[in-house]
């Protein structure tokens, strides 16, 4: 069966520090592979999507960038992070058009 | 770009129906209407999906009517575990196949 994984489940990282988190997906090859932050009390996000290695999309100008290194691995980093950086980040995978798409629980990130 | 409206907040009594409505006027004929919810500090939890037909699965039921400009998901026995943040997405169809969230319908079951 999939599962997707992804870490660390909260973060504390100091203004101006760089970042990476981490998500890789298991048990299917090829997804498409989606980066998504809920800042408090809002809605979900999109911030980048991947179809393919080395593949990413940008969905909105900001502090963050994103790389798929390998088919089934997410990575998102910052070089430095600013407050407005804090918010809950969630990685998700998807197959087709007509199948759903399945997220991790999450990374809790607060920038002090 | 969230192409979905929904209602922001809806109660519902424990153990009635809950009818969660949402527009999407907008929407293509390939474009497939998908519901998730979200528990508090929780990754989102599909729900239900669908195109042009109703659809029916162990959690739900999903009506889009025939113009397909509007849909209704329906929890037909509410619990209090059923009470969250209800978002309906309308998936882009293209390479990406996107989903984007528009701000959902806080569902409060009370008992």
């Known amino acids: 069966s999939q599962t997707i994984h992804q870490w660390p489940a909260t973060l504390v990282q100091p203004v101006g520090s760089p970042l990476s988190l981490e998500c890789t997906v298991e048990?299917?090859?090829?997804?498409?592979l989606y980066w998504y932050r809920q800042a408090a009390g809002r809605g979900l996000q999109l911030l980048f999507y991947?179809?393919?290695?080395?593949?990413i999309s940008s969905e909105v100008p900001q502090n963050l960038s994103a790389s798929r290194p390998q088919d089934r691995q997410f990575i998102l980093s910052s070089k430095k992070l600013l407050l407005s950086d804090s918010g809950f980040y969630l990685c998700?995978?998807?197959?087709?058009?007509?199948?759903?798409?399945?997220f991790g629980q999450g990374t809790r990130l607060t920038v002090v | 770009d969230a192409k979905t409206t929904q209602p922001p907040s809806m109660d519902c009594a424990e153990g009635r129906a809950a009818n969660l409505p949402c527009n999407h006027s907008?929407?293509?004929?390939?474009?497939?209407v998908y519901w998730y919810r979200q528990i508090h500090s929780q990754g989102p939890q599909y729900i239900i999906h669908?195109?042009?037909n109703n659809e029916t699965n162990e959690m739900a039921s999903l009506i889009i009517t025939e113009d397909r400009k509007s849909s209704t998901l329906i929890l037909p026995h509410a619990t209090l575990r059923d009470t969250a943040v209800y978002y309906c997405?309308?998936?882009?169809?293209?390479?990406?196949?996107?989903?984007?969230f528009g701000t959902g319908t806080s569902l409060t079951v009370i008992p």
């Open positions: 998700a995978w998807s197959v087709r058009q007509d199948t759903e798409a399945f």
């Open positions: 669908g195109l042009k």
């Open positions: 907008t929407i293509s004929g390939n474009e497939y």
């Open positions: 991947s179809v393919g290695i080395g593949q």
């Open positions: 048990g299917t090859s090829n997804p498409n």
């Open positions: 997405i309308v998936r882009i169809t293209n390479t990406g196949n996107q989903f984007y």
